[in-house]
């Protein structure tokens, strides 16, 4: 079992609270639900954001999801919506679902300090891990490019970074570690050595790993990922302040560390190890706030299941939790805006199984009752909802379900891809559009 799999049986488990709660089957059962006219606005071109974006205000913390890893639309308005922050509200920091090392790649492009000729040939070479097509799109090139450029019209601590969040580059990391090392700390070039040696005989495979270390406790890499993390910390303090480098450097450390928690934990606990990887993103949102300081505005991009909040879905009931909901809890005084995604029929880019190859798939309309069909009858067909003012009403207080599509698609389970969710308490606005298309990817 590789790890590609060890991250579909965490899937598999926000699936399968959809799949077997109560509240779902009731949902499809229960009457359609009025919501006020004035709570919907058209959702057309890029000036129909203005409602949006007013909402938004003053929010320090933004964070904007997608009912799949493979629909152009949620791309495109979430790149629309990016823009529009950067440019209106001084968003400084991009941050996706994305490994570290992969998405510094593209950082480095935009900030004009990387090797690569494109934003495309960037995604290319760098987002090799499957599912490659995540990051490795059109959508996503076509907003490099523009922040390449706006970032040439501004000063160096006003450039816009775009970063990382995810925990699955064990080896990647440790490698950037010793790659930064030789060049500054001979020390921490042989503390990363003593990390890659001790995972050495397991030739990158974290779940043969994983497996031995939860047998043997000799067999753990744990503690010398801990010296590697404290020698990183010793070298960014010894470094200048808002040192990019050494704070790369830092990032990829603490990635291996909470990459080796990750997939341990993922031995004996899917619903844990879920938890490991979203505190981990938590915790790499708020390094980015604080490296780059108190005035740094950042956007988040993720599936809803990790940006709507946790507490109003049935993830709570099995105990866990997710990033929409640990930035509310640390962070509500300081403006967080979550914005949820979704839609009712389309065509979306996923794969039979786990690691197989990418394919177009039809998305079918979604079943009776859930919150993607009761939109769908409601003018327009492209649609902001804002829903804070929707907390009021009781009867939109109640489980629906919400379709999650993942990188592995199946229609004929779709009663399986819905997660009972409070939509009004999830998020702050919902985004919908009626007919989606598939993404475009780089590469097969």
Known sequence: MTKLRMHALVWGVVMLLGSCSKDSVEASRSPEVEIPAEAISKLDTKQDLDVLLNDIGDARYVLLGEASHGTSEYYTWRAAITRRLVQEKGFKLVAVEG?????????????GTGTSGSARETLVQSFERWPTWMWANEEVA????????????????????????DVYSLWESMEEVQRYMRQTNPGGAQAAAAALQCFA?????????????????SASCADELENLLKVAQQQAEASPAGDEAAFNALQNALVALNAERYYRTAIKSDVESWNVRDRHMLQTINNLAQHHGPDAKIVVWE??????????????????????????????????????????????????????????????????????????????????????????????????????????????????????????????????????????????
Do not use: C
Not at 142 to 164: C, I, M, P, S
Not at 208 to 217: E, M
């Open 99 to 111: 490994d570290w090392p992969d998405a510094y790649q593209l950082n480095s492009y935009i900030r």
């Open 142 to 165: 076509e907003l490099a490019e523009w922040l390449k450029r706006h970032n040439q019209a501004q000063a160096t601590d006003r450039q816009v970074g775009f970063y990382g969040l």
């Open 201 to 217: 005989s397991y030739n990158r495979d974290e779940w043969d790993y994983a497996q031995a270390a939860t047998t043997i406790a």
């Open 303 to 444: 599936h809803n299941t990790h940006v709507g909040d946790a507490r109003y879905t049935d993830m709570a009931n099995a105990g866990m939790v997710n990033v929409g909901q640990l930035v509310r809890e640390q962070h509500a005084a300081q403006g967080v805006y979550l914005v949820g995604f979704g839609s009712y029929a389309g065509r979306v880019i996923a794969a039979e199984r786990w690691g197989a190859p990418l394919r177009e798939i039809r998305v079918p309309q979604a079943q009776p009752g859930t919150w993607e069909h009761i939109l769908h009858q409601i003018p327009p067909a492209n649609k902001i909802m804002l829903l804070r003012p929707l907390r009021q009403d009781p009867n939109l207080l109640q489980r629906r379900g919400h379709r999650a599509i993942g990188v592995s698609y199946s229609p004929g389970a779709e009663a399986g891809n819905y997660v009972p969710t409070i939509l009004p308490e999830r998020y702050d606005a919902f985004l919908f559009i009626d007919e989606t298309s598939a993404l475009r990817p780089l590469k097969q």
